[in-house]
């Protein structure tokens, strides 16, 4: 495990912005696993400068995203689509048929959970896999739990995640109950993972996340188990 540490919000867009930006350079048909969440932000402005300057092109990439509301559709301005829409999917030039995302608003959400797992696996799997970091550990939607998904599935949130996410929405009863998300298997099986985890409210789950023990009640805690895994974080932990 790798940990570096980032002066501020600022910086840390900046840097994870270069790491993907390497990694692209690398391997321009990269699969990436991506995040919402108000932490990656600033890594998709930095991303959509680096491809305004020609740095980087998303042409060959392909992406798949971590999560999705279920019952909002894609034009939701809280939907997961809407947020990669706005922040990443129309600013560079990623062809729109390679950006995949589960969507929470089909009737028939087991067959949808299906239809992700074979289009990651048909994509050859994750390669580069970003991480946000819920308040209570979760990774995607993978709410702590006495059992780990493997797979993509339908999860019921937590009352934590609700009231975490209940910012974005008008009152906390608009917030979705459900989600559709990657599974585990697909987040550890990424050849390699970047967390990013931004500011002082995290400071507790970071460090349960890195060094408490690995449990289902931590579901972030299993990434100590990851064989090629970058924390960027702009906490300072003392260890
Ligand atoms: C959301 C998403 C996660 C994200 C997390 C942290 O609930 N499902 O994928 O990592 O919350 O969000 P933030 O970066 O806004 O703290």
Excluded at 22 to 48: A, D, F, H, K, W
Excluded at 131 to 157: A, Q, Y
Excluded at 167 to 187: C, D, K, L, N, Y
Excluded at 194 to 211: A, H, Q
């Amino acid at each position: 495990m790798e940990i570096i540490y980032a002066q501020n919000n600022l910086k840390l867009g900046q840097i994870a912005a270069r790491w993907v930006a390497r990694e692209i350079l690398v391997c321009p048909n990269l699969v990436l696993g991506l995040p919402t969440g108000s932490t990656p932000i600033g890594m998709y402005q930095y991303l959509t400068l680096l491809y305004q300057e020609g740095i980087i092109s998303f042409t060959q990439a392909r992406t798949f995203n971590l999560d999705e509301y279920v019952g909002l559709t894609a034009d939701h301005p809280q939907s997961y689509a809407f947020f990669m829409s706005e922040h990443f999917w129309s600013k560079v030039d990623l062809p729109i048929e390679n950006a995949d995302i589960p969507r929470g608003d089909v009737s028939d959400l087991a067959a949808e959970c299906r239809r992700y797992d074979d289009a990651i696996q048909n994509a050859g799997g994750i390669g580069v896999q970003i991480l946000g970091l819920g308040s209570n550990g979760h990774i995607g939607f993978n709410e702590p739990s006495h059992n780990m998904e493997i797979h993509t599935h339908v999860v019921d949130l937590t009352p934590a995640t609700i009231r975490a996410n209940t910012r974005f929405f008008s009152f906390s009863g608009a917030v979705p109950r459900q989600a559709i998300t990657m599974g585990v298997g697909s987040i550890m099986r990424a050849r390699k993972i970047l967390l990013l985890v931004s500011g002082e409210s995290k400071r507790d789950i970071l460090s349960k996340t890195l060094y408490g023990p690995v449990s289902t009640e931590v579901p972030s805690s299993i990434l100590q188990l990851h064989a090629d895994l970058t924390v960027l974080t702009n906490i300072k932990l003392l260890r």
